[in-house]
């Protein structure tokens, strides 16, 4: 099989691999589609310490070409399009068991980070990648694989709403309006919130006003907090999405929040250096400091199955879709600061 072989930071080859042993309860995925998430980016630019040689791509969708022996064959069938559960967890530890999968300690001593033996990686930069049956979620084969492709960061946006507890007419604040930031817009504005932007990007501002949010915000000409408080009756946001990687900024976040409000920390910081937040003032306001990490097994089921009905369309924040034989143009407009979702089309 062909796969897009990270030898070291910045050194992609399209690359002919020997193809992936199947276990008997595990199907082989023909990918169809990838898309090329900020961890990419950064592992392309060696800003983290996952092993190399590496194939990157987790956020990727496909169809069944192989079933193994012990596969429940009146589920599953060769040809079903399918995404797949990629949060390598043990399903046995205390997180697993109740329910917070996504946090599984054990995913991050996994091969996909680390394999001194081998390869490293998720694989959907790839043709052809193992899954086990149960990590498996039926597709409807009207849903274009392209789309299929951004089920992962749509999973992991519901995994931060929902843990929020966004509820109508709540007053919602997201910073930043990338990719992840957009896809909070548009989902909470799916749960009747009223949505807040700032962006000082005015073309992402202008994008976020079609997408649902309410208000928007550039941080580079007004105070962010009193512009949130004028906006929401001089409350703050009940709910503060943090989507950037600035440390700065989660002080601003927090400083948007409303008495008892949530500030969400959904991105991860880079450079990861500490924050000083007055623990003072969370006393006595009752503020909640909380984080969002990674999809759970049931927010793919339902960024699957909201795709399969058409509830939901991530065609606004899909910025270009790249054969994945032009993987450096894709990565150098995936690296740009003003794109969205680049999406890689496994062909051959």
């Given amino acids: 099989m062909k796969a897009l072989v990270m030898n070291e930071p910045g050194n992609v080859k399209m690359t002919e691999l020997p193809m992936p042993e199947m276990k ?9 589609a990838a898309g090329i998430c900020i961890n990419d980016v950064r592992d392309f630019k060696g800003e983290c310490d996952y092993s190399y040689p590496r194939i990157g791509g987790h956020e990727f ?21 399918v995404v797949t559960y990629v949060v390598d967890n043990c399903k046995e ?21 680390k394999n001194p033996d081998g390869i490293s990686g998720f694989c959907g930069f790839g043709q052809f990648v193992v899954a086990k049956a149960e990590d498996l979620y039926i597709a409807d084969d009207n849903v274009p694989f392209e789309k299929l492709a951004v089920v992962e960061p749509v999973a992991c946006v519901i995994n931060s709403i929902n843990n929020a507890n966004v509820e109508f007419g709540d007053d919602v604040l997201v910073i930043g309006g990338g990719t992840m930031g957009m896809l909070h817009v548009m989902l909470a504005h ?20 079609e997408l649902g949010a309410n208000a928007v915000i550039d941080p580079t000409k007004v105070d962010v907090a009193e512009e949130v408080k004028r906006l929401t009756d001089g409350l703050g946001a009940k709910i503060v999405f943090n989507t950037t990687a600035i440390p700065a900024i989660a002080l601003q976040a927090l400083g948007c929040t409303a008495k008892c409000g ?15 937040i007055n623990l003072g003032a969370i006393h006595s306001t009752q503020k909640n400091i909380t984080g969002a990490q990674n999809g759970t097994v ?3 089921w339902q960024a699957v199955k909201m795709l ?7 065609t606004p ?32």
Avoid: W
Wanted: one cysteine or more.
């Fill in 24 to 32: 008997p309860d595990e199907v082989l995925v023909r990918v169809r």
């Fill in 61 to 81: 969708a496909g169809e069944i070409y192989e079933i193994g022996s012990e596969v429940n064959k009146n589920r599953f069938h060769v040809g079903q399009r």
């Fill in 93 to 113: 530890c205390y997180y697993c068991k109740n329910g917070f999968e996504n946090v599984c300690p054990d995913s991050l001593n996994s091969i996909t980070y």
């Fill in 190 to 209: 799916m749960k009747g919130a009223n949505v807040i932007l700032s962006e000082p990007v005015e073309e992402r501002r202008k994008k976020a006003l």
């Fill in 262 to 276: 949530t500030m969400v920390m959904f991105s991860s910081l880079h450079p990861n250096k500490p924050v000083e």
């Fill in 298 to 300: 049931k927010t793919f």
């Fill in 308 to 314: 399969n009905r058409g509830v939901f369309d991530p």
């Fill in 317 to 348: 924040i899909i910025e270009d879709v790249y054969d994945y034989h032009d993987f450096d143009q894709a990565m150098a407009c995936a690296m740009r600061p003003d794109t969205y979702k680049v999406v890689l089309k496994i062909t051959d």
